[in-house]
């Protein structure tokens, strides 16, 4: 980093500063917020959003598609439920998994056109 990348002033901004503290959510929030996103840091969970975004599957179909074992897919779908970014149905013996909401969806659409731009 060279000087130019720091700010030089001396006058503390007070308008900008007041102004931006009244509107910062409580900690907790960003702390949760910032857990919510580590869930998409991972490309083995971020590729099961994706194809739960695609269509419904059960965890057999996801291994397949995925190449992984099924204990490791539900392994990522346990954290992803609990964050309440996927959700099931059972029918019968099998469950199936889709996208807990639009929310989710919208996040994965926005993070692909953000990697698509030129």
Do not use: P, W
Not at 97 to 108: N, Q
């Amino acid at each position: 980093m060279t000087e130019k990348d720091f700010c030089s002033c001396e006058i503390i901004h007070e308008d900008a500063v007041r102004e931006v503290a009244a509107n910062l959510c409580e900690r907790e929030e960003y702390v949760a917020l910032a857990s919510l996103f580590k869930l998409f840091g991972d490309g083995t969970r971020a590729q099961i959003l994706h194809a739960l975004e695609l269509h419904e599957m059960c965890v057999c179909d996801l291994a397949a598609l995925l190449g992984v074992t099924k204990s490791a897919v539900s392994h990522q779908l346990k954290a992803l439920r609990l964050a309440n970014l996927v959700k099931f149905r059972r029918e019968g013996q099998i469950v199936y998994y889709t996208l807990a909401d639009e929310h989710v969806k919208r996040i994965l659409d926005i993070g692909f056109e953000h990697l698509r731009e030129e």
